[in-house]
């Protein structure tokens, strides 16, 4: 088993920053990539990014260039810095984590941390 716990979102003005970290423990070894996750209410969740076990890292294109992904091998953390952020409604981050295991992929997922961006 894989459990994660983010942390880090809160209330933030547009065009500022914020980080969110994920901590990942259980069979850690096993994890193939690590991402990010977003949901708003009604609406489908959708990839923000994702890192693999080759730290190479792949962003939404609404993302890109404003959010970094970044992992911590020696803490088992994920974080998602997060800048230039726009006006929107609550949204809740969910970490993801994805691994190889009785022969087929397995996801597990936080408990999601909500990030409003208002003025």
């Known amino acids: 088993q894989v459990q994660l716990v983010e942390s880090g979102g809160g209330l933030v003005q547009p065009g500022g920053s914020l980080t969110l970290a994920c901590t990942a423990s259980g069979r850690i070894s096993t994890i193939y990539s690590l991402g990010w996750y977003r949901q708003a209410p009604g609406e489908q969740r959708e990839l923000v990014a994702v890192?693999?076990?080759?730290?190479?890292?792949k962003y939404a294109d609404s993302v890109l260039g404003r959010f970094t992904i970044s992992r911590d091998d020696a803490e088992n953390i994920v974080s998602l810095q997060m800048n230039s952020l726009k006006p929107e409604d609550p949204v809740v981050y969910y970490c993801?984590?994805?691994?190889?295991?009785?022969?087929?992929?397995?996801?597990?997922w936080g408990q999601g941390t909500q990030v409003t961006v208002t003025s």
């Open positions: 993801n984590a994805a691994r190889w295991g009785d022969r087929r992929w397995i996801d597990y």
């Open positions: 890192i693999s076990i080759g730290n190479t890292s």
